[in-house]
């Protein structure tokens, strides 16, 4: 009788423990579910640092974990109501050089098409800030509306041995451009430039010369080394095809400015929009300049570095360097399938 009397007793505790549990399940699967829906998950590569195996680790991740699209009303756009799908993205293009040979011309001609959508600044990823990753170097580039090209431009590119790779291994068909001018002419306001910053430097003509009574030419001087296009685009042909690189001519970007913005958006496969009416020639500075840049309605020429007046060189230093240049401009003349009519 007392077995039978216990009965009831023992199920109800055995009930309270079972209901106890489960709520406690409950409370844990709750507390789970709030944690996995909180939290993101922890995606550095601690082996980022390191320069070997950052690439296989962590290019995919960045650029599949970056945000994509976020509001931003400072895009350019035919539609205001396209502008939620603007994003970072990294770029369709890339000016890469020369130094001095009118890129930051064509970079701001450019910004006059509103399908184009470039960075302002050198950011330099390729050749100095390359271990800072893609995820770095896509924040830095301007937002973009789908359809709109994304660029940048850093001159030192071109003559950087390391760069094709590296912007190959971004984007096999990413389009390349090269603004291009008389190496000796490039080289003399190379080192205009050099001297307005640090004018107790020797003469240009010391510094061409390994040994003057000889003649011998140092190439390695980087304002002449610059000028070897031909060197340097042997490094760029041996990733890139010659259809995705397009050369425009320095001299012509001054004497004609809408035929090689023509050209260039062609290339970019842009309708013309950037044409002659954009353009007037400053007689002062001796290049063209912007009758309306981009959000104004004054005309606008470069700053203040751009036109300098170049110190006069001795002939026979001129001479020289023509001798020296014509079979390096030859042979980039047939590599590039143009001729630029240097002499």
């Known amino acids: 009788m007392a077995t039978f009397s216990n009965a009831p007793l023992d199920l109800r505790r055995l009930l309270q423990k079972l209901v106890i549990m489960f709520s406690f399940s409950i409370i844990c699967v709750s507390i789970l579910y709030f944690l996995l829906g909180c939290c993101e998950p922890d995606l550095v590569d601690s082996s980022q640092n390191s320069p070997l195996g950052w690439y296989n680790k962590t290019v995919l991740r960045?650029?599949?974990?970056?945000?994509?699209?976020?509001?931003?009303?400072?895009?350019?756009?035919?539609?205001?109501?396209?502008?939620?799908?603007?994003?970072?993205?990294?770029?369709?293009?890339?000016i890469i050089g020369v130094k001095k040979g009118g890129t930051r011309a064509l970079l701001e001609f450019l910004r006059l098409h509103p399908d184009v959508r470039a960075l302002g600044?050198?950011?330099?990823?390729?050749?100095?800030?390359?271990?800072?990753?893609?995820?770095?170097?896509?924040?830095?580039?301007?937002?973009?509306?789908?359809?709109?090209?994304?660029?940048?431009k850093t001159p030192r590119y071109f003559v950087s041995p390391e760069t094709p790779g590296r912007i190959h291994a971004m984007s096999r068909d990413i389009k390349l451009i090269v603004v291009v001018r008389d190496p000796i002419?490039?080289?003399?306001?190379?080192?205009?430039?050099?001297?307005?910053?640090?004018?107790?430097?020797?003469s240009f003509a010391s510094l061409t010369f390994k040994n003057r009574s000889t003649g011998q030419i140092d190439s390695l001087w980087s304002p002449l080394y610059i000028g070897l296009y031909a060197r340097h685009l042997e490094r760029w042909l041996a990733y890139f095809p010659l259809s995705q690189i397009h050369f425009v001519h320095g001299e012509r970007l001054i004497s004609d400015p809408a035929g090689e913005l023509g050209r260039v958006q062609d290339f970019l496969g842009?309708?013309?929009?950037?044409t002659d009416k954009h353009f007037y020639f400053n007689k002062t500075k001796g290049f063209p300049c912007l009758k309306k840049p981009e959000g104004s309605s004054k005309p606008h020429c470069l700053g203040k570095t751009k036109g300098r007046t170049h110190p006069k060189i001795d002939p026979e230093v001129i001479q020289k360097l023509r001798e020296f240049y014509q079979p390096h401009n030859l042979k980039f003349y047939q590599m590039a399938g143009m001729d630029f009519g240097w002499q």
């Open 270 to 274: 842009l309708q013309r929009i950037i």
């Open 121 to 152: 600044s050198e950011p330099h990823f390729f050749d100095r800030h390359y271990m800072r990753g893609l995820g770095w170097y896509r924040s830095m580039m301007p937002k973009a509306l789908n359809g709109q090209i994304v660029m940048e």
């Open 185 to 202: 002419t490039r080289a003399i306001s190379d080192y205009t430039q050099i001297i307005s910053k640090t004018p107790d430097i020797p």
């Open 62 to 94: 960045e650029i599949l974990t970056a945000p994509d699209y976020v509001a931003d009303d400072s895009v350019d756009g035919n539609s205001s109501g396209k502008d939620w799908t603007a994003s970072r993205r990294l770029p369709d293009a890339l």
